[in-house]
């Protein structure tokens, strides 16, 4: 009764084990994280996003429940409806951010207006969310 397994001859190298381990065990590419260096930086992942001759396509995100990094960026507001992540810049952006985020040249002058603005966004939504489930409640 022979055993129809192959016998290894030779000891696995450090370095193919490693390969086959960082390979199975590879956890998922984090988004890049947004801030004012970043944003400035000719060498950061988002050098390229206001590119319009590069693919800026919305893919689903590989992070549970991510956040809107734009959102996070200007005010700390947690947003974490219809995102998605930038195919070219890897970052998590809503759906209402990410053409702000590819065309606004100058995103940390006016951060303090996006602020506003997302803030107010936000609360008519919350105010149509209500009346809608009062309606439905009559």
Do not use: W
């Amino acid at each position: 009764m022979s055993s129809n397994k192959r016998k290894r001859t030779t000891p696995p190298s450090a370095s193919s084990t490693a390969t086959v381990t960082s390979n199975s065990s590879k956890p998922a590419a984090k988004s890049c994280h947004l801030n004012d260096q970043s944003n400035d930086n000719p060498s950061s992942p988002f050098a390229k996003r206001l590119d319009r001759f590069v693919d800026h396509f919305p893919v689903m995100p590989t992070d549970i429940r991510p956040y809107c990094a734009l959102h996070r960026y200007v005010g700390k507001l947690d947003e974490r409806k219809h995102v998605y992540k930038c195919s070219h810049c890897k970052i998590n952006l809503c759906i209402d951010c990410h053409k702000l985020f590819h065309t606004k040249a100058n995103i940390k002058e006016s951060k303090e207006t996006l602020r506003m603005m997302m803030v107010s966004v936000k609360s008519l939504r919350q105010e149509e969310q209500g009346k809608k489930k009062k309606n439905t409640g009559d």
